[in-house]
């Protein structure tokens, strides 16, 4: 009993300890060019939080795929068996180290460069207490936009499509066998290059490659609840919500697409469609940088969105979308790198509430 108690102390203080740390950009991100140099060297395992179909279209070589969306797990009537945590302990270990990651490992996650599927694994690693891990900051775009060899791939790329549309020309001009047998020709060689470049190239295409397993423990006294919220919290801040308004000491933010707030689209698992009531609608579109293609928006224009919805730092702030691990999670660290402490994700999201008839909502 003594033993359990300690247990329990330890795990309350950590979380303490975790919530009144300052998280800065530099404690998240790692930027391409630094990333770089990291591709192969042991101790290090890139991440992307994106799908297998994605995967195979291209990923940073040498990387493991972890789909953010899989990391939450539930079973078919959204219920989480060891909430607020993503999945069970034992589950979490063996699953992180069947892709080859240890708990000395650097974990460098990313996805295509919009963010939510890499803050999807960034929270994930981060609530069972893991402390090496990063967010590549631009993704996968990131890293072939430096590639210099990407930028020969790119040039013969351009060069095939060029020849082909000339190919397509001939054959409508009913011009000479002779010539089309020589574009044709020309069209194999530069079909040639590209495949060769790709070899070469730091994004590749393909399936996973075969992976070593590793041990993995979770300390279940360094669990970082700070990242993460249950039901039960977020049931607490609806009733404060309803209760006192705009003072209210919580904020729930839904990170979804406004068809999905409405209720207009259910998402297949969910019985219910619509949302949380009091929450406010903040769609994780807004914090990310479409036009430099970077994971998240300037510090000061995040600011100002949070600021016109009136989210105050002295809050208590869940945010939730369909799984918990992807679009919630862009905004838990956006929140986070902007300096409010008592934010965290909904790891039950609408996965969890839409499913449980005993819960209100909103259409």
Same mark, same amino acid.
């Not at 694994?121 to 631009?138: A, D």
């Not at 698992?269 to 970077?294: M, S």
């Given at each position: 009993?003594?033993?359990?108690?300690?247990?329990?102390?330890?795990?309350?203080?950590?979380?303490?300890?975790?919530?009144?740390?300052? %998280?800065?950009?530099?404690?998240?991100?790692?930027?391409?060019?630094?990333?770089?140099?990291?591709?192969?060297?042991?101790?290090?395992?890139?991440?992307?939080?994106?799908?297998?179909?994605?995967?195979?279209? !291209?990923?940073? *070589?040498?990387?493991?795929?972890? +789909?953010?969306?899989?990391?939450?797990?539930?079973?078919?009537?959204?219920?989480?068996?060891?909430?607020?945590?993503?999945?069970?302990?034992?589950?979490?270990?063996?699953?992180?180290?069947?892709?080859? %990651?240890?708990?000395?490992?650097?974990?460098?996650? +990313?996805?295509?460069?919009?963010?939510?599927?890499?803050?999807?694994?960034?929270?994930?690693?981060?609530? +069972?207490?893991?402390? *090496?891990?990063?967010?590549?900051?631009?993704?996968?775009?990131?890293?072939?936009?430096?590639?210099?060899?990407?930028?020969?791939?790119?040039?013969?790329?351009?060069?095939?499509?060029?020849?082909?549309?000339?190919?397509?020309?001939?054959?409508?001009?009913?011009?000479?066998?002779?010539?089309?047998?020589? /574009?044709?020709?020309? =069209?194999?060689?530069?079909?040639?290059?590209?495949?060769?470049?790709?070899?070469?190239?730091?994004?590749?295409?393909?399936?996973?490659?075969?992976?070593?397993?590793?041990?993995?423990?979770?300390?279940?006294?360094?669990?970082?609840?700070?990242? @993460?919220?249950?039901?039960?919290?977020?049931?607490?801040?609806?009733?404060?919500?309803? /209760?006192?308004?705009?003072?209210?000491?919580?904020?729930? %933010?839904?990170?979804?697409?406004?068809?999905? @707030?409405? !209720?207009?689209?259910?998402?297949?698992?969910?019985?219910?469609?619509?949302?949380?009531?009091?929450?406010?609608?903040?769609?994780?579109?807004?914090?990310?940088?479409?036009?430099?293609?970077?994971?998240?928006?300037?510090?000061?224009?995040?600011?100002?969105?949070?600021?016109? +919805?009136?989210?105050?730092?002295?809050?208590?702030?869940?945010?939730?979308?369909?799984?918990?691990?992807?679009?919630?999670?862009?905004?838990?660290?956006?929140?986070?790198? =902007?300096?409010? /402490?008592?934010?965290?994700?909904?790891? !039950?999201?609408?996965?969890?509430?839409?499913?449980?008839?005993?819960?209100?909502?909103?259409?």
């Amino acid at each position: 009993m003594k033993k359990r108690f300690v247990t329990v102390c330890l795990i309350v203080l950590t979380g303490v300890l975790n919530l009144n740390a300052e %998280i800065t950009q530099e404690d998240i991100f790692i930027s391409a060019d630094e990333a770089i140099k990291l591709i192969d060297k042991k101790g290090v395992v890139f991440v992307t939080g994106d799908s297998q179909t994605t995967y195979e279209l !291209g990923h940073i *070589k040498g990387s493991v795929q972890m +789909y953010a969306h899989d990391l939450h797990k539930s079973d078919i009537l959204g219920k989480m068996e060891c909430k607020p945590l993503f999945r069970c302990i034992g589950d979490a270990s063996k699953y992180i180290g069947d892709k080859g %990651i240890d708990n000395d490992t650097l974990v460098i996650a +990313y996805d295509d460069f919009k963010g939510p599927n890499a803050t999807g694994v960034y929270v994930f690693f981060k609530s +069972y207490g893991h402390k *090496k891990i990063k967010i590549l900051n631009g993704g996968r775009a990131a890293m072939m936009k430096i590639d210099p060899q990407q930028k020969i791939y790119d040039e013969l790329k351009k060069e095939y499509k060029t020849i082909k549309k000339e190919l397509k020309k001939l054959k409508k001009s009913k011009t000479n066998q002779r010539t089309i047998d020589a /574009k044709k020709e020309e =069209l194999d060689k530069a079909a040639k290059a590209m495949k060769d470049q790709e070899k070469n190239l730091i994004v590749i295409k393909g399936k996973e490659p075969k992976i070593e397993p590793k041990n993995y423990f979770i300390d279940i006294s360094k669990i970082d609840y700070s990242w @993460i919220a249950d039901k039960k919290d977020i049931k607490a801040a609806v009733e404060d919500i309803l /209760k006192k308004g705009k003072k209210s000491k919580y904020a729930i %933010i839904d990170a979804r697409s406004m068809d999905e @707030i409405i !209720g207009e689209r259910k998402m297949d698992g969910v019985a219910r469609g619509g949302h949380i009531p009091g929450a406010k609608f903040i769609e994780w579109k807004n914090f990310t940088d479409f036009k430099n293609k970077l994971s998240f928006k300037e510090l000061d224009l995040m600011q100002e969105i949070f600021d016109g +919805y009136k989210i105050k730092k002295s809050q208590h702030i869940y945010t939730y979308c369909q799984v918990g691990s992807g679009r919630g999670t862009q905004i838990v660290v956006a929140l986070k790198m =902007l300096g409010y /402490k008592n934010a965290k994700v909904y790891t !039950g999201s609408w996965d969890e509430w839409g499913n449980d008839m005993n819960l209100p909502l909103r259409r």
